[in-house]
């Protein structure tokens, strides 16, 4: 199963400041809990920061240490969006998760924090 302990921070220089840090990561792989097969996607995050911003290549090997997890769709996206949640405390974070077709259906999963305890 994935380590949140890989996700390091870095203190924001601008805690003051509303702004938006988005974050693509294109390559995205983990695998169905069902069939075994690989499931690709499209990870975009996108977040406002408090205290602290995602060092990216930590942000990268942790999603690639879900590589070989048979894990579903929603709960894969649910379990990143909870780990930067913990890690980073941000204003707001919107995460979502566009999974490439498989069976003729593709699906999307997107979490969203908004700053109210959601």
Do not use: W
Not at 11 to 33: A, G, L
Not at 54 to 80: A, H, M, P, W
């Amino acid at each position: 199963m994935a380590d949140k302990g890989l996700l390091e921070t870095f203190e924001n220089e601008f805690p003051e400041r509303d702004y938006t840090i988005s974050i693509r990561c294109p390559e995205f792989t983990s695998v169905c809990p069902k069939t075994g097969q690989p499931d690709f996607g499209v990870i975009t995050i996108d977040y406002t920061p408090e205290a602290k911003c995602v060092e990216l290549k930590s942000l990268k090997f942790y999603l690639q240490s879900y590589r070989n997890d048979g894990i579903f769709y929603e709960n894969v996206t649910n379990r990143i969006f909870d780990d930067l949640i913990e890690s980073l405390q941000p204003r707001r974070l919107r995460l979502l998760a566009e999974y490439s077709a498989r069976g003729g259906i593709t699906t999307n999963v997107e979490v969203v924090h908004d700053g109210s305890g959601n």
